[in-house]
């Protein structure tokens, strides 16, 4: 689905700010890659015209196996925008663009480059949130991103429910799912939000948990294609789990 105006500007914006950055004539990799063949992938096309089998590989390996930060904030841009058009690889999941800018000191760097990069990340999560997941958004995992991130959660929790059901109920039950690891607060079962301070931790869990979180997925129930359907109440089921757990200890 076509991104909202807002969206467009803030890609947009990471383009410009991120021009700058040129494309590499060569690629640093471990043995395990062949940095000819995606340094040729990438090369196929304008940076802005790349498709996700062009630049989806390199986004899962960059700055682990293949490539420097430089080489990143070149393709960073396409890679933010596949992650709003098309997210299908791993290196285009919100959540491992906002590790690898964390990797990268991404708060050293020039005060346009984060603010493109804020900009991005809060208004794919605003514009997700008002998506039916069917079509393509995915709001959990931008939200994810932004606390990976350290950004103001607390504007996002504000803002979720304020569109009208069902599809912010939706978005929150896939986050429910998502989360459990996290409303469970087992460690090992943390996924992405080990990455996120605890007490940021602490405000998703007690908002997750807050009576207008789960007001507005039991609201979205009834305005539900069947498979949807299905999503809401194993939502609903995984919240009075943990509610059941929290109240017997």
Known sequence: MKPNRSLAL????????????????????APTRDPKAILASLSAAPLRHLAGEQIGPYAGWAMTTVGTVLDYKHFLPRILEQAVMNNVWMGTEPTIIAQRLEMASWR??????????????????????????????DAAS?????AVLGLDVQAAISDWLTPPPPEPGLQLALLVQDASGLLSRLDEELGYWSYVSEATREI?????????VRASIEASLEMVEDFDRLSVQSALKTLDDIVRRTTRH
């Open 10 to 29: 803030a890609l947009d914006n990471a383009y410009a700010a991120f021009a700058s950055y040129p494309p590499p004539i060569e690629l640093e990799a």
């Open 204 to 212: 998703v869990i007690n908002w997750l948990l807050s009576e207008p």
């Open 142 to 146: 931008w939200f994810c991103g932004l």
């Open 108 to 137: 050293a760097w020039p005060q346009e480059e984060q603010e493109a990069v804020e900009s991005v990340f809060q208004a794919s999560w605003s514009w997700a949130r008002q998506l039916n997941p069917e079509d393509g958004g």
